[in-house]
């Protein structure tokens, strides 16, 4: 069982960007495979991108060469950059170790005009 705090969501356009934040324990992001997940409303919650310690990195398809995954673990932290957002990308975002299944709150990301 761990803590994980998301961050950085928000309301923007179609074609804007955000980046969003995960704060961990100390030592997580250098020992464990992370992940982001997002649920939309209605919908099944997805795995969106992976990341290993050493920086290895997989995206589901339909946010492949738009969203990218990266972490600091000197920081504790990880993030996820998200461009040219569309608006079926609209979800709340988590993050956790891969194939977790403690959850937090998540953080509410909604693109719309």
């Known amino acids: 069982q761990v803590q994980l705090v998301e961050s950085g969501g928000g309301l923007v356009q179609p074609g804007g960007s955000l980046r969003l934040s995960c704060a961990g324990p100390?030592?997580?992001?250098?020992?464990?495979?992370m992940a982001w997940y997002r649920q939309a409303p209605g919908k099944q919650r997805e795995l969106v991108a992976t990341?290993?310690?050493?920086?290895?990195?997989y995206y589901v398809a339909s946010v492949k060469g738009r969203f990218t995954i990266s972490r600091d673990n000197a920081k504790n932290m990880m993030h996820l950059q998200m461009d040219r957002l569309k608006p079926e990308d609209t979800a709340v975002y988590y993050c956790?170790?891969?194939?977790?299944?403690?959850w937090g709150q998540g953080t509410q990301v909604t693109v719309s005009s």
């Open positions: 956790n170790v891969l194939n977790g299944d403690d």
């Open positions: 100390e030592n997580i992001f250098r020992l464990y495979n």
């Open positions: 990341s290993t310690p050493g920086g290895s990195s």
